[in-house]
């Protein structure tokens, strides 16, 4: 891995896909062509705003390759929004479902917006918007959109219903995460932190720690984050410490989850309620069994990296441990379960979603759980097995289990 500490998503994204394609055996070939999505769309979106005047919201869509089958990710709606995180994030998809073994190549989209700041109407507007520019390159069996930062099962279900709108037939299967009654599955809200929690009972029992009255530190509140700190509390596992935006919640005794659920808003955001908080930074530093990141990218660096005194790191956000920082913290004996591994339960279950929309046969909350559980621990197992096998670090082992069914699919079908 390179000895520079590389902040920028795609880049570091990249220098992990050749290590790996070249692991495998590929050559420059196919290096080059899985190293870019190969399509990404720009959109500006007009809305008409609720004062009257009209705004233009510039978004994305990136395809990453359709080699395996459609594409799939979620829509991200947030301030910081740009090409090269929209990029990345699609190729990261590829890699969770190649992980899970899904029938999908990797997708993503996102909008430059703030929708803390705008009225129900006004995104309301804009995701139907979003719908209409993109509609092109999107549907049921070419790309399909889910959640992400900032949107919810009520956007899904605008963005379903612009898109039935446009085609004039009945598409659930057109996006994921939707709200139960539009064809939404049972499991779906909460299946990425199941996921995670399923991926730190993996990595608790290979370091030989038991997971009732363990201490678990997570950064972030929102879907991610605060379901998984249900899991663990009901798993009997200790929530010393949690953070969103503003700040961070610490008590060695362990936090009141429950009553931070009913306090948290739709924003997961909690401790401005509060006044005693320490810094995210402090949050890091934090002496645990495991140190979740679930927020967003960049918060474990080369500058930090030193300071984390956690057994174990899960990653439920997408990038939150730098290249250098993965190096470090695994020099360290940390145990990192990697992004690409770790948050794959809300894209399977999206999938089990998906497959229950086209039979038109819907599932109990037991079967997509257990369907979950199995396909978690699969991925688990490969990557930790190529891990020690190969004498790689674990992110370089899931990006090669990742990216191989892709590679091979796109050279049967002879574009490389
Ligand atoms: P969310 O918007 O529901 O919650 C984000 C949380 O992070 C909030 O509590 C917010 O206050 C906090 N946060 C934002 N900026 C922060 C900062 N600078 N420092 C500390 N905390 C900060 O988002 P989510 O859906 O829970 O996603 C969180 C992460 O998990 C993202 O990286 C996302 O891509 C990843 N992820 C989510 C899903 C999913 O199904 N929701 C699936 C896979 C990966």
């Not at 009209?54 to 390759?65: K, P, W």
């Not at 064809?183 to 030989?208: F, H, N, P, Q």
């Not at 956690?310 to 439920?316: F, G, H, L, S, T």
């Not at 229950?356 to 909350?365: A, K, L, P, R, V």
Request: proline share 3%; hydrophobic share 40%.
């Amino acid at each position: 891995m390179t000895g520079m500490d590389n902040n920028n998503v795609l880049t570091s994204t990249q220098i992990v896909i050749e290590e790996a394609l070249r692991k495998l055996g590929y050559g420059d070939d196919m290096i080059e062509l899985l190293k870019e999505p190969m399509r990404l769309l720009t959109v500006r979106i007009p809305v008409r705003m609720d004062d009257g005047k009209t705004r233009v919201f510039i978004g994305y869509r990136a395809q990453h390759n359709d080699a395996v089958g459609p594409t799939k990710g979620g829509v991200r709606f947030h301030p910081d929004v740009n090409e090269i995180e929209v990029k990345a994030l699609s190729i990261w998809m590829s890699l969770k479902c190649g992980i899970a073994n899904l029938p999908y190549g990797g997708g993503k989209g996102g909008i430059i917006c703030d929708p803390r700041k705008m009225s129900f109407r006004e995104l309301e507007r804009l995701s139907r918007g979003y719908v209409r520019a993109i509609s092109q390159i999107v549907g049921p069996t070419k790309d399909i959109p889910a959640p992400d930062v900032m949107t919810n099962a009520q956007i899904m279900a605008w963005m379903m219903d612009e898109y039935s709108r446009i085609r004039e037939f009945d598409s659930p299967g057109f996006i994921t995460g939707k709200p139960l009654v539009l064809g939404g599955s049972l499991g779906r809200e909460s299946a990425t932190a199941k996921g995670v929690a399923i991926m730190i009972d993996e990595a608790m029992s290979k370091k030989g720690i038991a997971v009732a009255g363990s201490r678990v530190v997570i950064q972030g509140f929102g879907n991610a984050g605060s379901f998984l700190a249900k899991f663990m509390h009901d798993a009997g596992a200790k929530v010393i410490a949690i953070s969103d935006v503003n700040g961070a919640l610490y008590n060695e005794q362990g936090l009141d989850i429950e009553d931070l659920m009913d306090r948290r808003d739709s924003f997961g955001t909690v401790t401005n309620l509060f006044k005693d908080t320490i810094s995210n930074e402090e949050l890091l530093a934090l002496e645990c069994d495991v140190l979740v990141p679930a927020a967003i990218e960049n918060q474990i660096t080369a500058s930090n990296a030193d300071s984390i005194r956690a057994k174990i790191i899960v990653e439920a956000a997408n990038g939150p441990t730098t290249l250098e920082a993965t190096r470090m913290v695994t020099d360290k004996g940390i145990l990192l379960i990697p992004d690409v591994l770790a948050s794959a339960g809300g894209v399977i279950v999206s999938y089990f979603e998906w497959v229950q929309n086209n039979q038109g046969y819907y599932w109990t909350e037991a079967e997509v759980d257990d369907k979950l559980r199995e396909m978690m621990v699969r991925g688990f197992n490969n990557v930790y097995e190529l891990h020690t096998l190969k004498k790689v670090d674990m992110r370089l082992a899931a990006y090669m289990v990742g990216v191989r069914k892709m590679a091979e699919a796109v050279r049967l079908r002879g574009w490389v």
